[in-house]
């Protein structure tokens, strides 16, 4: 099947890029990774959204290496889990990801929630600089942190974080921590942009999906386009790989991006940072 025109890429700090619509695959098992990020990747994508969590490092590789697609063509995410936060344990960790993904380098690694009870999260960002400096990982940053734990990372450490990846759709726009992001100079990353699906049955997108000849997924990912987010939608289902990566060819106006601010209800999917890990 034809490829579908590639996403647009933001820039990252340090003069890197990033392309603003990639896969996610949470929740995909590690045996069915290899043909999803495949599929994936022969319809255009260039960017993937793992995790060690995840436990589909190793198919995510191999879908990377069946798809044929050069290395340094493709933008490839991974985090360190909350049970390796530390210096030491989250060089093992990236050492270890690093094995099961096949490669020699990630584009960006991340730490995947700042697990404040624990602490540690400024010791852990001191070893994702010091792989960024050996340049393991091309770029580094985090994800689920609030103002409040940045602030903390701002002021002892050396690297500003190149991306926060935070839950965010339209319950959930995080109109503050956005525009905290964009004063840092931090790029904001949208997980769970669908709401895990579960936004895609409001009429407001089914109006906007009439009036525009898309679908409501296809709605809110315009959506996020248009916010300046990147976005991460995963998916399992060819045909919806397809559709989400769709969504370069039209525009929401004033009054779409109204409507749909108008679904902000606080409403998370996940757990608050502060109470995770
Ligand atoms: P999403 O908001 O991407 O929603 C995924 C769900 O929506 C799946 O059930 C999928 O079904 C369905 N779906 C996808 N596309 C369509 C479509 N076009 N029409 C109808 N239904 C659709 O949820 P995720 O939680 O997976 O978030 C995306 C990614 O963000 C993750 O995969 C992961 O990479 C990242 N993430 C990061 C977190 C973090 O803490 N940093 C936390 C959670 C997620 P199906 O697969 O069956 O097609």
């Known amino acids: 099947m034809a490829s579908l025109p590639l996403s647009p890429v933001l820039p990252l700090a340090g003069g890197r890029t990033i392309p603003q619509l990639g896969l996610g695959v949470y929740k995909v098992e590690d045996a069915g990774a290899a043909d999803t990020v495949r599929v994936a990747l022969e319809a255009g994508y260039r960017h993937v959204d793992t995790a060690a969590l ?94 409040h734990h940045l602030d903390r990372l701002l002021t002892r450490s050396g690297i500003t974080p190149a991306v926060n990846q935070v839950e965010l759709h339209p319950w959930l726009p995080q109109a503050e921590l956005r525009a905290y992001n964009a004063a840092h100079g931090i790029l904001t990353e949208a997980w769970s942009p669908l709401a895990r699906g579960r936004v895609l049955g409001s009429p407001v997108l089914a109006g906007l999906a009439a009036k525009h000849g898309r679908t409501a997924a296809q709605i809110v990912l315009r959506w996020h386009l248009q916010l300046g987010n990147v976005v991460i939608p995963k998916s399992v289902t060819p045909e919806r790989i397809r559709e989400n990566l769709d969504v370069f060819g039209f525009v929401l106006d004033a009054g779409d991006l109204d409507s749909i601010a108008s679904l902000a209800s606080g409403e998370r999917t996940g757990l608050h940072p502060d109470d995770h890990g």
Not at 63 to 80: A, N
Not at 81 to 105: K, T, V
Not at 138 to 143: D, L, R
């Open 54 to 147: 995840y436990r589909n490092e190793a198919g995510v590789g191999e879908g990377i290496r069946r798809s044929g697609v050069p290395r340094d063509e493709l933008f490839v995410t991974t985090k360190v889990w909350n049970d390796r936060h530390g210096y030491d344990e989250a060089l093992r960790a990236f050492d270890e990801s690093l094995g099961r993904l096949g490669l020699d380098r990630v584009d960006l690694y991340l730490i995947h929630w700042p697990a404040p009870r624990q602490d540690r999260y400024v010791e852990t960002w001191r070893a994702l600089e010091a792989i960024a400096a050996d340049g393991r990982a091309t770029s580094i940053g985090v994800s689920n942190f609030e103002p």
